[in-house]
């Protein structure tokens, strides 16, 4: 019913950049959460960045001022834009979006290395 299609991942040096994107379609309510999830080798899953249809915002701390996540409700579209990128930001980025009541969709998932 929902799909959810992400791109930009990729392989980058130490501060450097990327832009993830993430393409929903389906039927998905005007009252909806999207955001980035990532996951390290060995480490649990953890909310990177999410924004709400009212466009309220929350960061997870280590990627203040340098992560910035935006979103175009009319195509239900999601963006991370990632900046001066560190090492321990190497994981699997995944896209998702939330909405009443309890529904939970998650995009395929894409590879993020940050290496010299």
């Known amino acids: 019913q929902v799909q959810l299609v992400e791109s930009g991942g990729g392989d980058v040096q130490p501060g450097g950049s990327l832009r993830l994107s993430c393409a929903a379609s389906g039927s998905i309510p005007s009252a909806n959460t999207m955001g980035w999830y990532r996951q390290a080798p060995g480490k649990q899953r953890e909310l990177v960045a999410a924004?709400?249809?009212?466009?309220?915002?929350n960061y997870l701390n280590s990627v203040k001022g340098r992560f910035t996540i935006s979103r175009d409700n009319a195509k239900n579209t999601v963006y991370l834009q990632m900046n001066s990128l560190k090492p321990e930001d190497t994981a699997v980025y995944y896209c998702n979006v939330k909405f009443w009541p309890k529904r939970d969709y998650w995009g395929q998932g894409t590879q993020v290395t940050v290496s010299s």
């Open positions: 924004i709400d249809s009212g466009r309220s915002i």
